[in-house]
């Protein structure tokens, strides 16, 4: 990444921590265009995610997903991306993120996250308990996020603070 002010920002974290609705509002605050890879899969697979994981399963998924996340990289606009949280899986996408953007990590205590994700049946891989669920995976996925250039605990934080957080990280 040459120039932080110039690179995409590229949101990674936990399901429920925040990257889509972030994504958003953060684009709106620099005045440039959100991506929302889960979206993009959506219109790319003519599909919902939870269609698209019963019709083709994970593996289908999450090769769509790294298609759309390097389309979105090298895109010539700056751009906000919002990735799914499965996307820091596989560490090609992990080494194209650190290189062409800036990777903004969101986390979340975990009983924050349930109270988030509960009520919202689009996430295939929260099915069931989402309790447990969520427990599993936060464990499988500890270090999954380490390698981004900044992190921000959001358990305790509004999305304007998150945002404000991100904007004074990249204006101070
Ligand atoms: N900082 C926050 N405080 C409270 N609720 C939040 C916060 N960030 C996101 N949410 C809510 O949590 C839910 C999941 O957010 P979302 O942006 O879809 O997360 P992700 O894309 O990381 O899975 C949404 O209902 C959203 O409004
Ligand atoms: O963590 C994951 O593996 C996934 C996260 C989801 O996105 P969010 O993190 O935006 O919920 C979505 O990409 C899919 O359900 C798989
Ligand atoms: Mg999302």
Redesign the pocket.
Known sequence: MEDKQQAHIV?I???????????QLLAKRLDCKAV?L?FEIECLSGQTIPELFTAKGEVAFRALETEVLLNSLHSRDRLII?T??GAVLAPQNCKVMQELGYVVA?K?EAE?IIS??S??SS?PLLQGNVQERVYKLLEDRKHAYDFAHLTID??N???N??VDQIWNHFHA
């Open positions: 949101l974290g936990f399901m429920g921590t925040g990257k889509s609705t972030i994504s929302d889960d919002a799914g949280g969101l979340a924050q988030r994700v009520q919202d996430r959001t358990t934080l509004t999305t603070e998150v």
